[in-house]
């Protein structure tokens, strides 16, 4: 059997009469080790399993197993020892070091005194040198980075040291190199330490480098599962995330606004390959050029000598930034377009 198993579960909140149902029958599975993505548009339930999950409200159909026993019928003290949980913009609200919170994930184990055994202040230490927190065990909570309150949030989760933990948005508010660091934290914290770790993210493309699964979520429409890379084949981001302005690049992996491209223009690439052309492309895309062979303009791309030649009838100019180039296209253009009015 499964270390985490959903059979036939529906998922929502109260609501007035009857119970809002997002997602129903679903039937999901997780191992030992496991890093889990839980992707999907607003609305879809990413933030609503796992919070039932975490039995912090409750399902209205079905069993969750964890490790062979009902997770929702577990005593509460008994269920923090196999489940921790990091929320979105979770905050801290006494003036806590940073060792001071960490610590507090110890009290499933510490009884109704409270005070710390030597074990206890082991787990914390190595929770703390997990995330990358030496150093920081006595400063106030209130005096760190949003990237590094975060981390000190995921040290409190290790230190409850259960199989399972759940966040919430974990990266939200942070900026690129913190949320990259928290996701990869993530990663390492699944293979070393053999948690089965689930994160609500938008974060897709980030998600799709660290995750092992990805639970993609369609409202009202089920969850589909997969490795991200079969998902990417599959076609699946394409299904749940179709939209007439954007489309998901499967070469790429990444999502490509779509754009009106009404100025055509022509290019000569030795390499289309090549990171100028490709960038050169992306420029042109987003300026609204739309490159075909026929176009009285024509741009050449020198990968080699890191420049570009635009060329319209007799008239010739180098360019030697992809800005440069764009300047002259539109020069050239216009140009063009004002001799075609005075004839």
Request: aromatic content about 6%; glycine content about 6%.
């Amino acid at each position: 059997m499964p270390f985490v198993q959903l059979n036939n579960v529906s998922i929502g909140y109260p609501a007035k009469g009857a119970p809002r149902i997002i997602q129903s029958g679903l039937n999901l599975t997780a191992e030992r080790g496991e890093l889990i993505a839980l992707i999907g548009r607003n609305g879809c339930g990413k933030s609503t399993l796992l919070r039932s999950l975490a039995c912090l409200q409750p399902i209205y159909e079905g069993v969750i197993w964890l490790n062979k026993e009902n997770l929702t019928a577990m005593k509460a003290t008994s269920r923090a020892k196999w489940v921790s949980v990091v929320l979105t913009d979770q905050q801290a609200t006494a003036s806590f070091t940073v060792r001071e919170l960490v610590s507090i994930g110890r009290d499933p184990y510490t009884g109704w005194l409270g005070s710390l055994s030597e074990r206890d202040n082991r787990v914390v230490s190595q929770a703390i040198e997990m995330t990358y927190l030496n150093g920081f065990e006595e400063r106030n909570i209130h005096e760190l980075s949003d990237g590094e309150r975060q981390r000190v949030f995921i040290a409190r989760a290790l230190a409850q040291d259960t199989p399972i933990i759940l966040l919430d948005e974990p990266t939200s508010h942070l900026d690129l190199p913190n949320r990259i660091n928290i996701m990869l934290l993530l990663q390492k914290l699944a293979r070393d330490a053999k948690k089965t770790i689930f994160i609500s993210t938008h974060e897709l493309e980030t998600a799709m480098q660290v995750s092992d699964k990805l639970w993609l979520m369609d409202k009202g429409k089920g969850v589909s599962v997969g490795v991200p890379e079969d998902m990417v084949l599959d076609g699946n981001f394409d299904t749940v995330f179709h939209h007439p302005s954007f489309e998901f690049d499967k070469e790429y992996g990444s999502f490509i606004v779509q754009k009106q491209l009404n100025q055509p223009v022509a290019t000569r690439v030795k390499d289309p390959y090549g990171l100028l052309a490709r960038w050169t492309t992306k420029a042109l895309s987003r300026k609204g050029y739309r490159i075909t062979s026929d176009a009285p303009l024509e741009l050449t791309v020198d990968e080699e000598n890191r420049k570009w030649v635009v060329e319209m009838g007799n008239q010739r100019a180098v360019a030697s930034s992809i800005e440069e180039a764009l300047k002259l296209i539109a020069d050239f253009t216009a140009g063009m377009k004002s001799l075609q009015g005075s004839l």
